[in-house]
């Protein structure tokens, strides 16, 4: 099936979702998660209605925005952006801060330090997700939900006047049967209210969590933002080109 095919899919499943969850379909944003895709492919879902999209890295993306600016699609009312959703170096802060519109995966203090820094050289407020470990993997990245470098991070984010935090992100582990997830999606939901009430001059109305094959329990637990990759664009790409 084409890009703007499995789009269509994948919008009707979110809406089915949204439904049985008695939730608005406005509430949940879906972000395509383009890591490993050609600008060619990036160009077709923004053609299909797509104007959020995830990276992972710095350098990768910054390759494809060039070619992604010549086809228009960061231009105008309807621009696309582009949310780094991978792990950030903190010597690629200064990049990920000049190329993103936001950062979804802040996981230590000293990466908020840095993109904080960052975004102040760059004259920009850089929106910002906290990304949360609620799972005993080493191969997942992220802040301990009752971790002493999390309550530190809160407690200095309100300083940090060139960030913006907006929510929380997780990654659960792969389960064949989504269902597996739905503790790790309510857990962070929970942790959100929870940080809402003690946090109250930060934001929290994010919660970027689901994927390709989560995304309807995710939309069932909170969800405010999906992330789908394999099911818009298929198989990752072993390397991104472009021709445009």
């Avoid at 383009?34 to 879902?45: D, F, N, Y």
């Avoid at 494809?64 to 903190?90: N, Y």
């Avoid at 936001?102 to 920009?124: K, N, P, Q, T």
């Avoid at 850089?126 to 992220?142: F, Q, R, Y």
Wanted: a negative charge; one cysteine or more.
């Amino acid at each position: 099936m084409s890009v703007a095919e499995n789009i269509a899919r994948v919008e009707q499943q979110i809406e089915a979702a949204c439904r049985e969850a008695g939730r608005a379909r406005a509430d949940v944003q879906m972000m395509a998660v383009s890591k490993t895709q050609p600008a060619e492919r990036i160009v077709e879902a923004y053609a299909a209605g797509v104007r959020l999209f995830g990276e992972n890295r710095v350098q990768e993306f910054a390759v494809k925005r060039d070619a992604l600016m010549a086809a228009g699609i960061f231009s105008g009312d309807t621009a696309a952006r582009v949310h780094c959703i991978g792990p950030v170096q903190t010597n690629k802060a200064n990049r990920a801060a000049q190329i993103f519109d936001g950062v979804d995966s802040v996981d230590s203090v000293r990466v908020a330090e840095h993109l904080h820094r960052a975004a102040a050289a760059a004259g920009v407020v850089l929106p910002v997700l906290l990304e949360i470990k609620l799972s005993e993997e080493a191969s997942k990245h992220g802040l301990l939900p009752d971790g002493p470098e999390l309550a530190e991070l809160l407690e200095r984010a309100p300083d940090w006047t060139q960030l913006r935090v907006r929510g929380l992100m997780t990654v659960p582990p792969y389960f064949e049967d989504a269902e597996q997830a739905r503790p790790y999606f309510r857990r962070l939901w929970l942790l959100r209210d929870a940080l809402a009430q003690r946090h109250q001059k930060l934001q929290f109305d994010e919660l970027s969590m689901g994927m390709s094959h989560d995304f309807s329990v995710a939309i069932a637990e909170g969800a405010t933002c999906v992330r789908i990759g394999t099911a818009i664009f298929g198989a990752r790409a072993a390397q991104p080109q472009s021709t445009l």
